[in-house]
């Protein structure tokens, strides 16, 4: 009997095989386009940061997408970046297979790499933290209205290296980026996280959006064609500047049946939060 492992995972990517992407001979078409989740177990309990093995609990695993049957496989088709879930995962000659999973929560992971037209909350805190000689730094952004709607991490893309790359993978986890928002709201609904790398700043942001089905996670979509969004972009404002304007230029993150942020939100005290300070 194969051996198995059940817990609870971030479904943190589905990509191509890279092993099988770089090493195919052509001789069969369809092994060049085999797929698999990149996956990162989560701890039942926090995680300690000064913990010695701290790191390697977001060590990334990956289970193959395809070649399922059934109830199994409609499960498995319907897996999206970002997704949580209960699984059991069988090993055979060291490749994961899923036995059965279950969706907990349904937070979406989004990556766009190379993009035009960074939005300017990310491009001035940038020039913030890199006058300050720090590789990385973050702030609360807020609605028109001043209630937080998401964390923006930003992330050092220095002459190379491939911090995007390193995001999207799994080896530089973001993990605890998304976990400090979730231990520091009054609500359980699913978060949306965009990974974005602008064409023309050397910089990589993780923007880990309040309410998935707000107004900012759509608008976001919207801007740089991650899925449905609103027809509007970006407002090129950054929150807390002179005209005190959030990101979003047209609409407030307050529409009915939406959830707003409390004004006592512990990420909104602590703008200069390292984010590796959970790494």
């Known amino acids: 009997m194969d051996p198995t492992t059940s817990g609870r995972f971030r479904v943190h990517d589905r990509?191509?095989?890279?092993?099988?992407?770089?090493?195919?001979?052509?001789?069969?078409?369809?092994?060049?386009?085999?797929?698999e989740f990149v996956l990162?177990?989560?701890?039942?309990e926090p995680v300690d940061p000064t913990a010695p093995d701290a790191e390697d609990r977001y060590d990334p695993l990956y289970a193959t997408a395809e070649g399922y049957e059934g109830d199994?496989?409609?499960?498995?088709?319907?897996?999206?970046?970002?997704?949580?879930?209960?699984?059991?995962?069988?090993?055979?000659?060291?490749?994961?297979?899923?036995?059965?999973?279950?969706?907990?929560?349904?937070?979406?992971?989004?990556?766009?790499d190379d993009v035009e037209g960074m939005f300017e909350a990310a491009v001035e805190t940038w020039r913030q933290i890199r006058a300050e000689g720090e590789p990385v730094g973050s702030i609360t952004t807020r609605s028109n209205d001043g209630d937080p709607n998401g964390a923006l991490y930003l992330f050092a893309d220095a002459p190379g290296s491939d911090t995007f790359d390193e995001v999207r993978t799994?080896?530089?986890?973001?993990?605890?980026?998304?976990?400090?928002?979730n231990e520091s709201r009054d609500d359980d609904g699913p978060r949306e996280v965009f990974v974005l790398r602008p064409a023309a700043h050397e910089f990589v942001a993780v923007y880990v959006v309040f309410d998935r089905d707000g107004v900012l996670a759509q608008t976001v979509r919207d801007t740089y064609d991650l899925g449905a969004g609103l027809a509007a972009g970006l407002d090129a404002s950054y929150p807390g500047g002179d005209d005190g304007d959030s990101l979003v230029s047209d609409a407030a993150d307050d529409a009915p049946g939406e959830s707003n942020g409390s004004d006592d939100d512990p990420l909104d005290d602590d703008d200069d939060f390292d984010a590796l300070d959970r790494l």
């Open 15 to 35: 990509r191509r095989r890279p092993d099988i992407a770089d090493e195919s001979d052509g001789s069969d078409p369809g092994a060049a386009d085999a797929e």
């Open 40 to 44: 990162v177990e989560l701890a039942d």
């Open 72 to 112: 199994l496989g409609e499960a498995v088709d319907a897996l999206r970046p970002g997704f949580v879930v209960d699984a059991t995962l069988a090993w055979t000659d060291g490749s994961a297979r899923f036995r059965d999973v279950e969706v907990v929560r349904e937070t979406r992971f989004r990556f766009a």
């Open 170 to 181: 799994g080896r530089l986890p973001i993990e605890p980026l998304v976990a400090r928002v």
